[in-house]
């Protein structure tokens, strides 16, 4: 009988998490994104040494595919904060254009 991979449920995890975290300023998707092909690696190692022992390398392979949509999402979007963060005049600048824009009640 095959077992389940180590980990492959939780890469397939940490690859749908990349993705997400793409959307918060990129922080939260290069931390799951490289999560996810660091541990989709150590596991394509394993299955590739006796492939007949285990199961669930589909979850492995979309986990680290996942991974690296999410993990360039997420640079190209904490690069960019990054740039309007500096273009705009710094943390002062970037609340003042919050207040502008939603009011006094910021």
Do not use: H
Request: charged share 15%; net charge neutral; proline share 2%.
């Amino acid at each position: 009988m095959k077992e389940k991979l180590p980990n492959s449920t939780l890469i397939l995890v940490f690859g749908i998490l990349s993705i997400i975290g793409c959307c918060c300023y990129g922080l939260f998707g290069i931390i799951f994104g490289i999560l996810a092909i660091v541990l989709a690696n150590k596991a394509k190692e394993l299955y590739y040494a006796n492939p007949e022992l285990y199961m669930g390398y589909e979850n492995v392979k979309t986990g680290r595919i996942l991974g690296i949509i999410g993990l360039i999402l997420s640079v190209l979007s904490f690069v960019s904060g990054l740039i309007f963060f500096f273009t705009a005049g710094g943390l002062d600048a970037m609340w003042e254009m919050q207040r502008e824009i939603y009011g006094n009640g910021f």
